[in-house]
């Protein structure tokens, strides 16, 4: 945001987010400080700075059968990659056996394809041209997945998104996204103070609260800014107990959080992350990774769920991942 621009009358753009920008500087969840210059997305780096072309190619055992996964370098584009695996996963897109690699080009090229070979829901004339319409304006957005992607969340619900085009991707390929940033409904005083307003619109009314002399605005500016600061991991009990509840059984998706796009899947009632590592390339025993509590520190699982370490190797115990309530979700994980 430029410095000289009035913060009251700010006009927030979408936040850019993939692996360069975040929603603060560097602080998760947290308000971006007056002044300070708006984030930059990928497509605005310099035309000389690095990027990796090509990415590993992981084959893990997927319901009986040898499935490519695409795994994610230090600046890996991941809405594209989660995208991606999702397909691999449901076995729309598939790689000749062996497979150790592949270009960004050609992820691209398979993905279009996909889209190119959806079909409308309907035969009448209006959802034709409403579905031609769509397929033209994906295919428009899809260069941006390889830098990033326009999210703006709301906290209202874990599909619950400020519509971008580039939505039109996920309902096209019928692959739904989720978050789980959501405010505890016994919370009354961060409902009333965040509302149905999406991320950039709570900025940009607690900035505008610091300029108030409305002492009502001012309060609830201060209630939404703890929000915020409270739930920096963009993740919170309330939305991951949602999460488990909206998701259904044997479902694959993609889940955003901390500025980063996963391949999700819900297995017997419980939340497993795709490990996209680059690092577990060779850890044949490091598949998913529990999503049971929202400081990110999951249990790695093999192919079949249980329970893996990547230096022992040897556990076959069965995992789980979340239950309500909150309290109950380390606790249980083990029995």
């Not at 560097?26 to 072309?53: F, I, K, V």
């Not at 590993?56 to 795994?71: A, C, D, Y």
């Not at 001012?218 to 309330?238: D, I, K, N, P, R």
């Amino acid at each position: 945001m430029d410095s000289e621009r009035s913060e009251s009358s700010a006009d927030f753009d979408i936040l850019k987010l993939d692996h360069h920008t975040s929603f603060g500087p560097s602080t998760g969840g947290q308000l971006p400080q007056e002044g300070a210059p708006q984030l930059a997305s990928a497509a605005e780096a310099p035309m000389d700075a690095p990027r990796s072309t090509y990415y590993f190619v992981k084959w893990i055992q997927w319901k009986e059968e040898k499935t490519p996964i695409i795994l994610q370098n230090e600046n890996g584009p991941c809405p594209l990659l989660a995208i991606m695996n999702v397909l691999f996963l449901r076995w729309k897109v598939k790689l000749a056996p062996q497979t150790e690699a592949v270009s960004i080009d050609e992820l691209m090229a398979y993905l279009g394809d996909c889209i190119l070979s959806t079909k409308p829901c309907g035969d009448s004339e209006g959802l034709q041209l409403n579905f031609q319409q769509n397929v033209s304006d994906a295919m428009a957005v899809l260069p941006k997945l390889s830098t990033g992607l326009d999210v703006n969340v709301r906290f209202t619900g874990v599909s619950d998104f400020e519509y971008t085009p580039e939505c039109i991707v996920f309902d096209l390929l019928n692959i739904p996204l989720y978050h789980g940033w959501l405010v505890d409904p016994q919370s009354s005083d961060m409902v009333r103070a965040v509302g149905t307003l999406s991320y950039n619109q709570l900025v940009e009314k607690i900035i505008c609260s610091k300029h108030s002399d409305d002492s009502s605005l001012v309060t609830e500016g201060l209630v939404a800014e703890l929000f915020l600061e409270s739930s920096a991991s963009q993740l919170t009990y309330h939305g991951l107990c949602e999460l488990a509840s909206a998701v259904r059984e044997g479902e694959l998706s993609v889940f955003f959080r901390n500025n980063h796009f996963s391949t999700v899947v819900k297995h017997k009632g419980y939340l497993y992350l795709l490990v996209t590592d680059q690092g577990f390339l060779q850890e044949d025993k490091v598949v998913w990774e529990t999503l049971h509590n929202v400081e990110g520190d999951g249990n790695f699982c093999d192919a079949e769920f249980r329970l893996s370490h990547p230096a022992e190797r040897e556990t076959s115990r069965p995992a789980a991942a979340v239950q309500c309530p909150q309290m109950q979700v380390d606790q249980n994980y083990f029995v």
